[in-house]
């Protein structure tokens, strides 16, 4: 059965560092997302890719935050600037038309 | 803006005892719901979903749900849980209007069995 992959599982990084999240969504979705869990809180939307553009991003997706799909088969989320308080799992999410399908997770620590 | 509440934050149940997990929304317009389970340490797998058609929907693992308009909810229930059943599930809103709508999730209910 395809699946969401995700590297790296567990990625610990200085505060003030870039980190690159990585995705390869299911190969013949159109719809591309990254969402984060904080630690024992709910899952937010953090940004939607279509069509090669952002089709939509939350609040917390300010200017440290960039998405690329470089080569038609990566996803990637940038962190320019890592704070403590982008530690959170973060979750790539692909969708074809109705339903999301979840990667699992790349769990992120700032220190 | 659509919403979505989970009220119970945690739900221990007996093995084999029926369990119901409340989700009501909110939203203006109409809505596709979901609802997502997480086991411990892993990513978020659908476990069934109302688009439309029949109130009643079943889903993996002998869970099913069901929309209430009326009271804008959708909860799950299982007749009788297992041991596996142990994870945290969400229940998730999103509209039907554009392909690429994101979810909006609820708090999430960590429902524990006790053998």
């Known amino acids: 059965e395809p699946e969401v992959t995700q590297t790296p599982s567990h990625q610990v990084t200085q505060m003030g560092q870039e980190v690159i999240l990585r995705c390869v969504p299911i190969?013949?979705?159109?719809?591309f997302y990254w969402y984060r869990q904080i630690l024992g809180q709910k899952v937010e939307f953090l940004v939607s890719?279509?069509?090669?553009?952002?089709?939509?991003k939350s609040e917390i997706f300010d200017d440290q935050f960039s998405v690329e799909r470089p080569d038609g088969s990566n996803f990637t989320l940038k962190i320019r600037s890592t704070k403590l308080e982008d530690s959170a799992m973060y979750f790539c999410?692909?969708?074809?038309?109705?339903?999301?399908?979840f990667g699992q997770g790349t769990r992120l620590t700032v220190v | 803006a659509q919403s979505v509440t989970q009220l119970d934050s945690q739900v221990p149940v007996f093995e084999e005892a029926p369990v119901e997990l409340r989700c009501n929304y909110s939203?203006?317009?109409?809505?596709?719901l979901f609802w997502y389970v997480q086991y411990p340490n892993q990513g978020l797998q659908l476990l069934l979903k109302?688009?439309?058609?029949?109130?009643l929907v079943k889903g993996i693992n002998g869970f099913e749900a069901e929309f209430n308009k009326s009271q804008t909810s959708f909860h799950l229930r299982k007749p009788s849980v297992h041991i596996s059943d142990t994870a945290e599930y969400f229940c998730?809103?999103?509209?039907?209007?554009?392909?690429?709508?994101?979810?909006?999730f609820g708090t999430g209910t960590r429902l524990t069995i006790i053998p």
């Open positions: 999410a692909s969708k074809l038309n109705t339903e999301a399908f």
């Open positions: 190969s013949n979705h159109l719809y």
């Open positions: 890719f279509y069509n090669n553009e952002i089709s939509e």
């Open positions: 939203s203006s317009v109409s809505v596709y």
């Open positions: 109302y688009l439309s058609g029949s109130t």
């Open positions: 998730a809103v999103s509209s039907p209007f554009f392909g690429n709508e994101k979810l909006t």
